[in-house]
């Protein structure tokens, strides 16, 4: 090799190196914090020298936090449950039934994920306290759909197009009613489409922050987003870093992992998504 | 009464006419062939009368009923798929019992007829499989076997044999026609663009060309009397050659047309006379092709293969005078 | 038109039957409350008595309000000088958040199309930062970029870049620039993984005809790549922008009652629950919905043009 690719080579491995300290780095450093506490927080290090268990022991101590992470888990599931149920018969109907207005119904569902959730947040706030659900978590269940479903609807739409029609009509000549031909004969075909889509969808739910903030006003109802923005010390000046880090490595661990081992789903998940068909 | 009735059927797709037309009637346990090139209509007559796609105009009868509006399951018609159409995540078991279930028959039923297929068509040790795990052939015949379970009054192919290699079709096509032995009372209409298959499976032919029917009858009798050009040059392989202007004129037609078989080769004398440009042994025939000034093409002979003729040789060709075809401008035949 | 059949009967009736409990779930949860919150933007409603508000026409986008004595002004949304500074800053953000993560995104995705020894590791880990939550993402950020214990100030101060600490998400001059290098961080991998979906789609032969040519790397990526991957690239651009114009979650916990990073979200929230000015928060929201659908419709409309006037 000449010394000119070992310059190339070297430049790209640098490079690549950049590119994987700058991905990681700030979660190594949120979880080195964790494990610090009291004063040794405040000395800055980027190698660990303590390992303190004590920040995560706190955030579980009065059991809020543990609640807030079941608030989460709870919403989140729910509305990925729910919006999966809406979405598989409406896909259906969007990729393989032919009718008048298919095209514009799709753009007109579509856009609505478009919307800034601030615009229906007054809207929003009224609806949810008509209907008594203030401060509850079935008010985010509720409202979260505005995002989850035309995502899953879109997604599963795509890929349903894509399922052979010969096979549909062999289930049509055999008596089947779409209903049937939907649980029998599609879902089952689709259920890698349908983990996929779910994962993201419940991503997306578990970080939203804005409706969580607004519609939740006690500790016990809010989910982990709010929950660690609130985290504050007893004054001003006493910004319990060490907790937030603690909390915020508890939430985020499952999620880095879930993404990890899951990744080649998500990647096409999202760029079925976005890559317009 | 017939059991497959068409009046006047026409389809358009938009405002495409993608059929214009079709009149005809299938008797009970008759095997009849669709056949025609690409784009003739065939598989979108097969799909009409399978209830996949609505009829524009006309009315499509069966057993005397007509229905027009009837849901596929209801018309007692099954279907088999040119790529099988097996649900993927299902055994062949399944697969076949898929349909019974959806009529509601009992466990005990289906188990006996799903049995019965199995057997006639010697698919039982692969009931518990999945589609994946067998070979083409396996595939077709599962296929057989799902629409034979639901006992149709009439059965549908619409080319299962083009997804299979040239091995496997001559095989297969010879178990369809057992089957259509076995199943002497089932009606079954198949549409193909071989018209070999055709000719041999078929008890009736109807030829089909752009979405017009043109002509319907007995194998040999299209082979014999094609009721017009377009048949003529369909049926039979190799084609027919058809030769215009003077030497067709002087035979009283605008096309003449003479088959293969039909034609004398001699190196020594002959009513036209042409170079050969190719030979084809094949074996059993070999195919000389001879041009001439008569046509644009080469003219195509069938001579037996023992004789020997070397390309490039001055050759004279002449037909049975029986065995000729006439047709007029608009590719009518030409009696008399 | 002839009548339909039985089976396309049944299956358009069953697809509307299918439609419809997702059409009614998003009516309720997007239609009637964009529309609410349109209508409040006309009244004067506040957070304790929607029932009671008032029509009270254009009032809180812009009126005269007259003193009495022959002098006036005008007062309103679209001559109030925070809302004008919010949507400023919301464009700027926008602006350079959707250049840099496209710039960075796009050297992601290139690296990643190579072939080279640990390339799903390097997969793996670009992904981890869209996989941690915005508001986490905030507070670690918030922690590195901390005045006095941040890292960041301690490597720069270290490698001599600064020679004081500053105070990044406090300062008026910086705390822009902290929420923006934020957003980039986190939401390069998306755009890096739609760049990449887009480069995959190109074949190997192209390239391989290039190097047959002589074609240098730069040449083939400007001449070969770039144009190839532009489709995917605009479409990317495009649901980013739109996003960033929305952005809300990151300046609120980061950067919180900073004037130089307030964005339209977090103005019009602002006015609906902190300072109880709910139809003046109700009448910024509507803007901003108003923003985000025209650049949307253009969008749609450029590429339908596109489509139509191409069509070969």
Partial sequence: MTARSY???GGFYLLVGVIVLQAVFPFYYAILTSLESGQAIFDVNYLPHVIDLSNYRAAFANGVFGHQILNSVFVATLVVVLSMLLAVTASYALARVPFKGRALLLLTVLSVSMFPQIAVLSGLFEVIRMMGLFNSLWSLIFSYMIFTLPFTVWVLTTFMRKLPSEIEEAAIMDGAPPLVIIRRIFLPLLWPAMVTTGLLAFIHAWNEFLFALTFLSTDGQRTVPVAIALISGRSEFEIPWGNIMAASVIVTLPLVVLVLVFQRKIVSGLTAGAVKG | MATVDLRNISKNFGTVEVLKDVSLSIEKGEFVAFVGPSGCGKSTLLRLIAGLEEITSGDLMIEGERVND??????????????????????????????????KLSKDETARRIAEAAQMLQIEGLLERKPKALSGGQRQRVAIGRAITRQPRLFLFDEPLSNLDAALRGETRVEIARLHDRLAETTMIYVTHDQVEAMTLA????????????????????????????????????????????????????????????????????????????????????????????????IVARVSPRERFRHGMPVYLTPAPERLHRFDEAGAPVRG | MAPQSGLARQRTRSAWAFLAPMLFVLAAVALYPLLRTIWFGFTDASLTSFSSARFVGFRNYLEWLD????????????????????????VRFTLVSVTLETVFGMIIALVLNQKFAGRAVVRAAVLIPWAIPTVVSAKMWGWMLHDQFGIINDILMRIGLLSAPVAWTASPDTAMAAVMMVDIWKTTPFMALLILAGLQMIPDDIYEAA?????????????????????????????????????????????????????????????????DKFAYGSAASTLLFLIIAMITIGFIYATRMDLSGNRE
């Fill in chain 1, 7 to 9: 310059l190339r080579k």
């Fill in chain 2, 70 to 103: 009837v849901l596929p399951a209801k018309r007692g018609v099954s279907m088999v798929f040119q790529s099988y159409a097996l649900y993927p995540h299902m055994s062949v078991y399944e697969n076949m019992a898929f349909g019974l279930e959806q009529a």
């Fill in chain 2, 203 to 298: 008890d009736r032919i109807v030829v089909l060309n752009k979405g017009r029917v043109e002509q319907i009858g007995e194998p040999l009798e299209l082979y014999e009397r094609p009721a017009s050009r377009f048949v003529a040059g369909f049926i039979g392989s190799p084609k027919m050659n058809f030769l215009t202007g003077d030497a067709a004129r002087q035979h009283g037609a605008a096309t003449l047309g003479v088959r293969p078989e039909d034609l004398t080769l001699s190196a020594e004398q002959g009513l036209w006379s042409g170079k050969i440009a190719l030979t084809e042994a094949l074996g059993s025939d070999t195919f000389i092709h001879v041009d001439t000034p008569l046509s644009d093409k080469s």
């Fill in chain 3, 67 to 90: 003193y009495g004595d022959g002098n006036g002004e005008w007062l309103g949304l679209l001559v109030d000088g925070r809302w004008w500074s919010a949507v400023w800053n919301t």
């Fill in chain 3, 211 to 275: 190097r047959l040519d002589g074609v240098g790397p730069v040449r083939t990526f400007r001449r070969i790549t770039l144009p190839l991957v532009l489709p995917a690239v605009l479409v990317a651009v495009v649901f980013r922008a739109l996003d960033a114009l929305r952005v809300f979650d990151i300046v609120y916990v980061l950067t919180p009652n900073s004037p130089e990073t307030r964005t339209m979200s977090v103005f019009a929230r602002e006015n609906l629950f902190d300072y």
